[in-house]
């Protein structure tokens, strides 16, 4: 069977069904001046044998690297029984397939997917995924704005240790419908919001985002965010790293009443770097918010016969049904990747992950511990931190880290552009998968590079005694 | 055959609109509506305070079947809803034109309320549409 189902000969019967005389004609409402003219950037087709080679080439440049960068991706071991069952051919599919009650299985494995979310965050319920942790957290700045009645400003108080790309898709996203994301700055001794910075009289507004730990790897003090937010009528959505919900408090016990939409990047759960993607976004909230929630949400039921059943539910605010008023334009979910989401989660178990979530904390202050020694590199922020740490450099940090590259290390993630304020810094992270060999390998490498750094520099040199 | 009563008036979007002594309005969905909807599982009411215009969507209904917008009759302030909708949205099944009202609205204008259409085209037009 081919994989495109269209013939020639589909293609022209249907024409002739509807009296037309080509597929262009079906576009031709559209006008001119809004059609791409071809797509001149799209190299031609090449065969298996060619791809396959320039794949292999291209996976060649990332492995074997030592890699100490995290800044939203983090490098976790994946049991092997993971991908094992993920690409049988029972799962091995993009996409829950239509009438979606037929695939049990597909349904009841999202089912147990929204049970373990809702549970690690401690929210009523979950989605059944978004597509990365960036578009979720614009889906909740949208579910937010929608969901706040109280509130009719569509002003979002987002920090500036929110994901930098966050940010930016989430602007993308919200800037055209109208919401205003405005910036609150960090406290440059912490690097977290400071609760006492914050205004006594903020203005209407819609939500507050906190994400923790931030992107400094700092953890925020997020029930007096929470407080503050709530007793000025505003929402709380939670950026969370899903790993370290094992040992932190989790956003639905935050504060005094705990966050109302946590959202964040599922990566860390059971998916592989792979250059920067396929991930999947996960959204969790309360119970009275879920007709706001964006994307499918799987129910659990019983049927004629008294047998448990599961089967898409609130499908009312969707687009099949409510076209341009549905709650949102997400109208799937990442299902392969949740897939693989649930059986790391079901084989690690609670104990597994706090395990994992402990082993990256203690490598983590084992690797800045290590770093801090050497000369002229200082740790910036004084407060606790996950797994994550910014590092201030007296070098400039390009050269530390193409000299790292060439060492096959990837020494971490500047911040140069972002944080221009934070000098030559850069954002380090060690998971569970780093050993103490390998902290050594870094620190020594670093050792060595820093001194040849310094002595180039000198456009003296010493005195012999 | 929906029943329509006399001493109230309709929308062509089916909202039913009864005028109260105190010269506001109570709004709510008609039995035809409800029918055609089916079993309500869910209402998102109007805030008290909200202002609509005629025609504005103030409200939606969602049934097992379908989440449809509830338009507003007239111009003017939303001053009551049924919160009883929020554990029993199902009274709009049971109970359309008493306990299953929506909301209450006080009209800008009061003499708007005899522009609306009266029980007689309704069932005219209903009748058509079936």
């Given at each position: 069977m081919p994989f495109i189902p269209h013939t020639d000969n589909d293609v022209e019967d249907m024409l002739r069904a509807i009296g037309a005389?080509?597929?262009?004609d079906l576009f031709?409402?559209?006008?001119?001046?809004?059609?791409?003219?071809?797509?001149?950037a799209i190299p031609e087709a090449i065969n298996e044998m060619d791809i396959s080679r320039l794949m292999r080439e291209r996976a060649d440049q990332d492995s074997r690297t030592l890699c100490f960068a995290g800044a939203g991706a983090y490098e976790h071991h994946i049991p092997a029984a993971v991908w094992e069952l993920t690409t049988r051919g029972e799962f091995y599919t993009a996409y829950t397939p239509?009438?979606?009650?037929?695939s049990q299985g597909t349904l009841q494995l999202l089912y147990e997917y929204q049970s373990m979310m809702a549970s690690l965050t401690a929210m009523d319920v979950s989605n059944?995924?978004?597509?990365?942790g960036a578009s979720a957290l614009a889906e909740a700045v949208l579910m937010a704005v929608r969901a706040?009645?109280?509130?009719?400003?569509?002003r979002i108080l987002m920090p500036r240790t929110v994901h930098p790309d966050y940010r930016r898709v989430a602007n993308n996203i919200v800037r055209?419908?109208?919401?205003v994301l405005e910036e609150l700055d960090y406290d440059r001794s912490g690097g977290h919001i400071d609760?006492?910075?914050?205004?006594a009289d903020p203005g209407d507004f819609t939500a507050l985002v906190i994400p923790q730990?931030?992107?400094?790897?700092v953890l925020e003090e997020v029930d007096a965010l929470v407080n503050w937010a709530h007793e000025h009528g505003a929402l709380v959505i939670a950026v969370v790293n899903p790993i370290s919900l094992a040992i932190l408090t989790p956003p639905g016990e935050w504060?005094?009443?705990?966050?109302?939409i946590v959202c964040g990047e599922?990566?860390?759960?059971?998916?592989?770097?792979s250059s920067g993607g396929p991930y999947f976004g996960f959204m969790c909230c309360r119970q009275s918010f879920v007709r706001q929630m964006p994307g499918r949400i799987i129910g659990r039921t019983t049927d004629l016969e008294g047998k448990t059943g599961y089967t898409l539910t609130?499908?009312?605010?969707?687009q099949h049904i409510r076209?341009?008023?549905?709650?949102?334009?997400?109208?799937?979910?990442q299902g392969l990747l949740v897939t693989a989401a649930t059986i790391y989660m079901s084989l690690l178990g609670a104990q597994g992950l706090e395990r994992v979530a402990l082993a990256c904390h203690e490598n983590s202050m084992k690797l800045l511990a290590a770093l801090g020694e050497t000369q002229g590199v200082s740790k910036l922020f004084n407060r606790p931190l996950f797994h994550e740490a910014v590092l201030q450099f007296d070098l400039p940090v390009a050269d530390v880290m193409r000299a790292l590259s060439v060492q096959g290390i990837i020494g971490g993630v500047s911040l140069a552009e972002d944080?221009?304020?934070?000098?030559n810094s850069i954002l380090i992270c060690a998971t569970e998968t780093k050993t103490e060999a390998d902290i050594e390998t870094y620190t020594a490498s670093l050792k060595r590079i820093a001194m040849r750094l310094t002595a180039n520099r000198c456009p003296v040199q010493p005195k012999m005694a | 055959m929906s029943n329509v009563p006399q001493e109230l008036r309709y929308t062509k979007t089916h909202e039913w609109i009864s005028l109260n002594e105190d010269g506001s309005v109570t709004v709510g969905i008609t039995d035809h509506a409800q029918h055609l909807l089916?079993?309500?599982?869910?209402v998102e009411l109007p805030e008290v305070g909200d202002t609509f215009a005629e025609g504005d969507d103030c409200a939606v209904v969602e049934s097992v079947k379908a989440a449809s917008d509830l338009y507003c009759p007239l111009d003017g302030e939303i001053i009551?809803?049924?919160?009883?909708?929020?554990?029993?949205?199902e009274l709009i099944n049971q109970d359309p034109y008493a306990e299953g009202w929506i909301f209450k609205l006080q009209p800008?204008?009061?003499?708007?309320?005899?522009?609306l259409m009266d029980a007689d085209a309704y069932s005219e037009l209903i009748a058509e549409q079936d």
């Open positions: 005389d080509s597929i262009e031709a409402e559209i006008p001119a001046k809004l059609r791409a003219e071809g797509l001149e239509y009438q979606a009650e037929a059944a995924s978004l597509y990365d706040n009645r109280k509130s009719k400003s569509k055209n419908q109208g919401i609760p006492d910075s914050l205004p730990p931030n992107f400094f790897g504060g005094e009443t705990g966050a109302d599922g990566q860390p759960l059971g998916a592989p770097l609130l499908q009312a605010r969707e076209r341009s008023k549905a709650t949102s334009n997400i109208c799937t979910n944080y221009p304020e934070l000098g | 089916g079993d309500l599982v869910f009551a809803h049924n919160e009883a909708l929020a554990d029993a949205p800008d204008d009061s003499g708007a309320y005899d522009a």
